[in-house]
């Protein structure tokens, strides 16, 4: 069967200006994963990420990582994030007063931030939001799906393909791969670590889950404190 190694980007820059973009720290994570690969002796077939700055700057460290040649980065939209950013405001706003956003959007360490993304996501997912949002949690659904369909479809030799996306994206694919519920996704997705590794494998039948959420790239005792989540 073909591998597909799912990679949640490297860190980005939250609280920043500009989210989409990795962090220095972020880009040291992307660098030592390829390097990860490189100790490994993995080769990839494919390199797939979604379009935003943070899905490539996170393939294109990788592959300088691996210090070796390599196929082109494939750019796909399937596989973007959903707004986060977009669901917490809406989700703010049903609840006047309840919550300082300004706050919370700029520091991802406050303990409330990730109860209140999980409220917000929960709404999103069972569709409670009042407002007119630029993407539903169905439509962010079939998007994903599409996107591995795409994938799932070129199974047809053995390959290997990495594929660099979001936390949302990944968790959205990996609930399908299981056949589980929508709550496994919004598990799944405030458990994913930066550069974290998920892995399945698949021909153009089916898929299968194989491991989840890995690190060993910075599992080291001289990269304490280099996992994160945002």
């Known amino acids: 069967m073909s591998e597909l190694i799912l990679v949640r980007h490297a860190q980005a820059s939250f609280g920043t200006g500009d989210y989409d973009r990795l962090s220095e720290l972020g880009h040291r994570q992307a660098r030592w994963l390829g390097e990860h690969f490189l100790y490994r002796q993995l080769e990839f077939d494919r390199v797939v990420c979604g379009d935003m700055l943070r899905h490539r700057q996170t393939a294109e460290g990788i592959l300088?990582?691996?210090?070796?040649?390599?196929?082109?980065?494939?750019?796909?939209?399937?596989?973007?994030?959903?707004?986060?950013?977009?669901?917490?405001?809406?989700?703010?706003?049903?609840?006047?007063?309840?919550?300082?956003?300004?706050?919370?959007?700029?520091?991802?360490?406050?303990?409330?931030?990730?109860?209140?993304?999980?409220?917000?996501?929960?709404?999103?997912?069972?569709?409670?939001?009042?407002?007119?949002?630029p993407e539903r949690f169905s439509e962010f659904e079939e998007r994903v799906l599409s996107g591995l369909r795409a994938i799932a479809e070129s199974g047809t030799k053995r390959q290997r393909v990495l594929l660099v996306s979001s936390g949302g994206a990944i968790s959205m694919?990996?609930?399908?791969?299981?056949?589980?519920?929508?709550?496994?996704?919004?598990?799944?997705?405030?458990?994913?670590?930066?550069?974290?590794?998920?892995?399945?494998y698949f021909n153009a039948q089916s898929m299968h889950f194989a491991g989840f959420n890995h690190v060993p790239h910075l599992e080291h005792p001289e990269r304490s404190g280099t996992i994160t989540y945002y």
Request: charged share 25%.
């Open 173 to 200: 694919a990996l609930r399908h791969v299981l056949g589980a519920p929508a709550s496994t996704m919004l598990s799944m997705n405030l458990q994913l670590r930066n550069t974290g590794l998920s892995h399945v």
């Open 64 to 133: 300088s990582g691996m210090q070796q040649s390599h196929p082109a980065i494939e750019a796909d939209a399937s596989w973007n994030e959903f707004d986060f950013e977009v669901i917490i405001r809406a989700y703010a706003e049903q609840q006047p007063g309840k919550h300082d956003l300004k706050q919370l959007t700029e520091d991802a360490a406050v303990p409330d931030f990730t109860r209140l993304l999980l409220e917000a996501l929960r709404a999103w997912s069972e569709d409670r939001l009042e407002a007119d949002l």
